[in-house]
């Protein structure tokens, strides 16, 4: 609401949205067929030491607090530290683990939860130990909850047709023989949808004309060459 934040949104039905509205839409699915599923963010739900523990757990500030205390006033790197913070798959005390295969049966399959408020609450119950199990979605709806919480004006953007491109051409190949049969080399894929999130925020660092919404993708990351 102040004009002098790095956050400041002028558009008073934007803030309504984007920072104050605890029930959202997440939409799943593919091109022809796309599901909206319910998602109650709760960002006002007694969620706020939560959120602050993930940060003091996060590896940034373990690795030099005064550092990371330091820039806590600056959306940009708060934004990196929770999208790192809400996946758990690179072993350092996130929300949630990531799994895509196999069976969910020995804990939570990722398609029944519809909120972010029983996640992280869980989180703080197992002693911050990452719960299981998350996908796309989830990571972006928590990650939405934890952003507003902070006064981060956040919201999620689906893509659905989401190129997969593994070997960095910028093109997503497929291989055929002289007669025409589909040959299973290369791993370049399309993902039926992907879900992130965008933040608002200005960035004096790049110049005002990338000021706006920001891109922010909490979901694991393959590596790429190391």
């Known amino acids: 609401w102040f004009s002098g934040d790095d956050v400041y949104m002028s558009n008073e039905n934007e803030r309504q949205e984007y920072v104050l509205n ?11 067929y796309i599901e909206a599923r319910g998602w109650y963010y709760g960002q006002f739900q007694d969620l706020l030491n939560i959120c602050l523990t993930m940060l003091d757990l996060s590896l940034y500030y373990r690795q030099d607090p005064a550092m990371d ?5 600056d959306p940009k790197y708060v934004g990196r530290v929770i999208s790192s913070m809400i996946n758990g798959n690179d072993n350092d005390n996130g929300v949630l683990l990531g799994k895509w295969q196999g069976s969910f ?21 197992d002693n911050y130990r990452p719960v299981q199990y998350g996908q796309c979605w989830v990571f972006a709806g928590v990650m939405c909850t934890v ?35 589909s040959l299973n080399i290369g791993k370049d894929s399309t993902w039926d949808y992907h879900v992130w999130n965008e933040s608002w925020f ?7 004309s990338y ?11 393959e590596q790429s060459r190391g």
């Open 22 to 32: 605890e029930n959202g839409i997440i939409f799943v699915g593919n091109a022809r």
């Open 69 to 73: 205390v330091s820039r806590r006033g």
């Open 105 to 125: 049966h020995s804990h939570e399959n990722p398609s029944r939860w519809d909120g972010s408020v029983v996640i992280l609450k869980k989180w703080r119950q």
């Open 147 to 181: 952003l507003r919480c902070f006064g981060i004006p956040t919201r999620l953007v689906s893509n659905f047709n989401s190129a997969h491109d593994v070997d960095r051409n910028l093109s997503i190949d497929k291989y055929y023989d002289s007669s025409g049969r």
């Open 202 to 208: 200005i960035r004096p660092d790049l110049g005002r």
């Open 211 to 221: 000021s706006g919404w920001q891109v922010l993708d909490a979901t694991p990351q």
